[in-house]
């Protein structure tokens, strides 16, 4: 955890001695400080560890869903178009759109 605010409350911690912050370091509640860059470089492991999870379940969904049902799901969940503007971009009607998407819905929990 990390924190890029200290709060009033961190701040009478301070005062009363109970907590120390050192300059250019984070404490993060165990009494070992914790450098800034160390901070990146866990967020950086963060980041790559959320990536690789995320690449593992879209190839699942790659292999449970059809073509049609991946790209239209990944235009609706990461795009975050309407069903509507999906169906303009395919050009299709949008009941075909919501068809496919609750098809999908269907496969996702079988799968997961």
Known sequence: MR??????????????GEETYY??????????P?????????????????LRRYRIVEKKLRKALTGKQ????KMRVEDQLTEDEIAKIENVG?????????????RIKKVF
Request: zero cysteines; proline letters at 2%.
């Open 34 to 50: 914790q450098s800034i860059s160390d901070e990146k470089d866990q967020e950086i492991e963060y980041r790559q560890s959320v």
């Open 70 to 73: 991946f790209r239209r799901l």
């Open 94 to 106: 949008q009941p075909s759109i919501s068809a496919s998407l609750s098809q999908a819905a269907e």
């Open 23 to 32: 300059k250019h370091k984070v404490s993060l509640g165990d009494g070992k």
């Open 3 to 16: 924190w890029k605010h200290i709060s009033d409350e961190s701040y009478h911690v301070i005062a009363n």
